[in-house]
């Protein structure tokens, strides 16, 4: 068992409570935090874009990530969405058992 941090852009506030609410309601994730307010500057497709998101940060397991990004990239709106997984080096053990728990199936 080890712990993911997953953190995964959204253009809005909506959108990614949807995301938060469906990920967790199907058990992929044990939580969501919701970081509205981004201003997100990049380049993209030879121009430069700056745009306001939200970010998420879900807490998924190793054994759940590969499920996990394969249900976010159906809900996302993103041609190329920002979904990049963060292992921990340290993990408080009784909220890694609470995120074990909350993803079982």
């Known amino acids: 068992m080890g712990a993911l941090?997953?953190?995964?852009?959204?253009?809005?506030e909506t959108?990614?409570?949807?995301l938060a609410?469906?990920?967790?309601?199907?058990?992929?994730?044990?939580?969501?935090?919701?970081?509205p307010g981004l201003k997100s500057v990049y380049r993209w497709q030879g121009k430069m874009e700056e745009?306001?998101?939200?970010?998420c940060i879900l807490k998924t397991t190793n054994e759940r990530?590969?499920?996990?990004?394969?249900r976010a990239l159906e809900?996302?709106?993103y041609e190329t969405p920002c979904i990049a997984a963060?292992?921990?080096?340290?993990?408080?053990?009784?909220f890694l058992r609470w995120i074990d728990e909350e993803t079982r199936s």
């Open 15 to 18: 959108s990614a409570e949807t």
């Open 51 to 55: 745009h306001g998101e939200c970010a």
């Open 75 to 77: 809900l996302h709106p």
């Open 5 to 12: 941090f997953v953190y995964i852009t959204m253009p809005d």
């Open 65 to 70: 990530y590969a499920a996990l990004e394969k």
């Open 86 to 94: 963060l292992s921990p080096a340290r993990v408080y053990p009784p």
């Open 21 to 35: 609410r469906t990920l967790v309601g199907e058990r992929f994730c044990a939580g969501v935090n919701i970081i």
